[in-house]
Every structure is written in C-alpha cells, then in structure tokens.
C-alpha cells in the first residue's frame, strides 16, 4: 500500500444536468447537500462525499483526458452495502428508479441489484448472504 493511502473522501460524477443528478441524491437517497454553487452539489454519506459537477466544468480535473458521456457506457461502479436487497429495490422503484438487473444472489456470497443515477453514474446495491455452513 502507498503511505498516506486510507480512504475514499470524495468521488466526484460528472452530470450534463446538475438539478436533476441533485435532485436525485437528495430525494432518492435522502441526502443533504453540503456544498452547492453554479457548477456542483456536494453530498455527504457517513463515511464519504459525492460531487455532483457539471460535465461542461470537468475538464480540467481530468485533462488531457476527455469527460465522457452517459452513452459512452458504464466508467464505474459504486455499491453500497444494505441489509435488505429486495426491500431497497423496492423502495428505489417507488422515487422511479428504473433497477437495471437484479436482485439477484452472486456466487460470491452476495444479493444485488444495480441502477443508474440520471448523469449515468451506476450504482449497485449488495446485501450479504449467510455463508452455508
């Protein structure tokens, strides 16, 4: 491991529209904005930070790379673990999140399901499975 290396503070996802991406951490997930200005919305987990930030204002973030586009296909993947896979996908469906596979048990001892934020960003929810004895 490289010293100084020991946490994920912030992941930042770049969003073509700002107010819905927003919109979507606060009333989906249920998080409060602790930062926002023209160009971002800055929401707080327990244990770490998402910034919302408009994909026109990325770039120099990320030069020389290109900022992609939702249509280019996933870049990443976020899960976030839960104690209760059906009962969280439900719940998601009902605020209009369209569940894109799952639940669904993975042989590596997990219960599944993924969907997309509106900027693209794919998020997957994981329940552990009691290990067979």
Not at 27 to 39: C, H, R
Request: proline share 6%; hydrophobic share 45%.
């Amino acid at each position: 491991m490289i010293k100084g290396l020991s946490k994920i503070e912030v992941i930042t996802v770049f969003a073509e529209d700002l107010a819905a991406t927003r919109a979507f951490y606060e009333n989906v997930f249920g998080l409060e904005v602790v930062y926002a200005d023209e160009a971002s919305a800055v929401v707080r987990l327990d244990n770490l930070m998402i910034n919302v930030l408009r994909a026109d204002r990325a770039g120099t973030l990320i030069e020389p790379q290109p900022v992609g586009t939702p249509e280019n296909g996933a870049r990443l993947l976020i899960t976030i673990q839960v104690d209760d896979a059906d009962a969280v996908c439900e719940e998601l469906q009902q605020h209009g999140v369209t569940i894109l596979n799952g639940p669904v048990d993975r042989p590596w001892g997990r219960r599944t399901a993924a969907f997309a934020d509106p900027a693209g960003t794919m998020w997957e929810i994981a329940q552990h499975l009691p290990q067979p004895s």
